[in-house]
């Protein structure tokens, strides 16, 4: 004998109201970038959340973004994997990275995997209209394993990594030591095709004087994005 399940009409308010929030919110459409999407996340999540919340936050807010915002696009499966999980349905295009960057100067932004078959975020030092804005995962402690790149030039968030280009063929310690005594704080977080990605702590403009005499000839910053 079937047994129909009780009313539950507080949780169903709660949800109601859910479904009400999200549909005023994207009436009031898309923030001008990145950096205030972030800014704003940071000061809805201030104080003590539980940390699933944060992460169904994250989703709800991606989901939010990507319906008002640019398009997205994803290519690589790891991109593929962390759209779905922060954006939703997003369009997986198959292909090489350099197709997706096409795909976003034509209008949009491409999630593309940080590890390719060739150092694709090179290219960006040729494009000065493109820069990474997002890195996810975007947990502090985190890896980066995928690069968003929009045509949006994100500013300082108060907490974010900025990540940095050269081709020089002196080692990552090395590497790490010259920017150490310009007074920034690197790691490598990708080498391949005789270029290497480095991570610089904190928000650094491309024009820092400080990167003026770091290691390499075709060297430079190619974007910056928030972390949580």
Known sequence: MLVEPPDDARRLDLDRAVVQAVAARLLGGARTGPDADAIALRALLAGPVERPAVSIVKAVLG???AAAGD???ACG????LLAAD???S???VPGEPEDALNRVRAGGRALIDLVMARPWWGRLLAMPDLQVAVALPDDAAARPRALMV???RPGPTGDDRTFWVT??????TRIVEALARAGLVATMTHAAGGLKLFTLAG?????????????????????AAPVF
């Open 63 to 65: 989901r939010i973004d």
């Open 167 to 172: 081709d020089s063929a002196v080692s990552e």
């Open 71 to 73: 398009p997205i696009i």
């Open 150 to 152: 929009s045509r949006t």
């Open 203 to 223: 928000y650094v403009q491309a024009e820092d004087g400080r990167l003026a005499m770091a290691p390499g000839t075709l060297k430079g910053v190619i974007g």
């Open 86 to 88: 922060r954006y939703g």
């Open 77 to 80: 499966p790891i991109a593929s």
């Open 90 to 92: 997003v369009e997986c």
